[in-house]
């Protein structure tokens, strides 16, 4: 009891003094958006920390979807969907998925986080062997962990790192490597045909998380696929409908077999209610919006080269990103926190990524491009960031 009481007052302090010093970046409130920025504390601030890549929250017909699930279904389930929660637009959204992702068949939890966690618990188990990359997902992490396989990981990105663990496992267990398709702290991409070489010579599978990928890769933002070109190769598609999409939840898309089974042995399918109505009819309204206005997925990836070029002739460290996640490195905490403040000063709602989420002394801010920016909202962030670089040296 006392230990448990001196943890979490030693905690609190620690905030406290953060806070105290005005480095304290966390849970702050936004009190309304217009697109690309948000109204904080009555300043309006440019949002660079925003999953919504395609600018779809607020998008009328979307808005629309979700009120007129509401008017139909009401805003609750009669639970949990292998009993008495499924309804008809649980059906739409997951055959809506299963078309745009081009697989046979789609199932939907309440969250990303909860999708994975559930769905590589549920096919994985004792005696099976995960591999993952050192950069995957917190909720990859879990669901290996919670999975009881054996749980190895190679480090990022490194293909002779992965053969080596490919090899060193038997070929009569079953062996999955699950990777993000875009690092979520790095911006990067996942050399997939690459792994997917590798996954067929060792009679392996593959599962591949889209969070930051869907809307954001491809032509037509279908995700790492298409912009690979590849066909249907991956075994497992994971995506959130939390990210891209302004809604919550999560899927798994992939053949009819693999569906049904975790339709009736994933626990968080068995044993937890059925997305709300609103959630599946925003989600289903944005993969239309999707692919009717391309002109966002154009003015995203033109947003980001713009953004990646103007950084990286100032000579800013932004790793090997390509996608609309743009790490800056800075390096000391401290220093990034200082750079965060003056930034916010400026109006540019920016947010520090520190240790442990990653490896110590590669603090940096993590800024999200969006397709509602114009150019001159990067070039006024790119300005900033130049002015914060003669005060405290980054580059
Ligand atoms: C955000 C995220 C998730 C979790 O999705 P939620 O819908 O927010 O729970 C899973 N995987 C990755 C890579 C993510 O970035």
Redesign the pocket.
């Known amino acids: 009891m006392e230990n448990f009481l001196k943890k979490l007052n030693e905690f609190n302090q620690r905030c406290e003094d953060i806070k105290n010093a005005n480095l304290y970046f966390y849970l702050r409130s936004i009190e309304s958006i217009e697109e690309p920025y948000v109204i904080v504390n009555g300043r309006k601030m440019l949002m660079l920390a925003s ?1 919504s890549y395609l600018s779809l929250i607020g998008h009328p017909l979307i808005n629309q979807y979700a009120i007129d699930a509401i008017k139909k279904y009401g805003t609750g389930t009669h639970g949990v969907r292998i009993l008495a929660g499924t309804e008809k637009i649980h059906e739409e959204l997951e055959e809506t998925i299963a078309s745009f992702k081009n697989r046979e068949a789609c199932v939907v939890f309440s ?6 966690l559930t769905s590589i618990s549920t096919l994985f188990g004792r005696g099976d062997v995960v591999i993952c990359d050192k950069l ?5 992490v879990d669901g290996c962990r919670l999975s009881g396989a054996a749980f190895l990981r190679f480090n990022h990105n490194d293909l002779k790192d992965l053969e080596r663990k490919l090899q060193n496992t038997s070929n009569n267990r079953t062996r999955v490597v699950i990777v ?1 398709a ?3 702290m790095d911006g990067d991409i996942s050399p997939i045909p690459e792994i997917l070489d590798l996954v067929r010579k060792y009679n392996a599978l593959l599962m591949v ?4 990928s869907l809307g954001v890769l491809g032509k037509n933002g279908k995700g790492v696929e298409e912009y690979f070109g590849l066909n249907n190769d991956i075994d497992i598609l ?1 995506g ?4 891209t999409i302004p809604s ?3 899927y798994i898309a992939g053949s009819k077999i693999l569906v049904n089974y975790l339709k009736h042995n994933a626990r968080a399918f068995v044993f937890s209610a059925a997305l709300p109505p609103a959630a599946c009819g925003a989600a289903i309204a944005s993969f239309k919006v999707i692919e009717e206005e391309k002109w966002r997925i154009e003015k995203l990836s033109k947003n980001i080269n713009h953004f990646l070029d103007e950084l990286k002739k100032a000579g800013f460290n932004t790793l090997n990103s390509q996608t609309a996640i743009v790490p800056l490195i800075i390096g000391e905490e401290e220093k990034t926190l200082k750079v965060t403040r003056f930034m916010q000063d400026r109006d540019i709602f920016v947010l520090p990524v520190l240790h442990p989420a990653v490896p110590i002394n590669t603090s940096r801010l993590r800024m999200n491009v969006t397709a509602s920016m114009d150019k001159e909202h990067i070039d006024f962030v790119v300005d900033a960031l130049k002015e914060a670089d003669k005060l405290f040296k980054i580059t």
């Open positions: 999953y969250s990303g986080y909860v999708t994975n995957d997902h917190a909720s990859i993000d875009v690092y979520s998380d889209e969070a930051h994971m959130t409908l939390s990210k919550v939840g999560g």
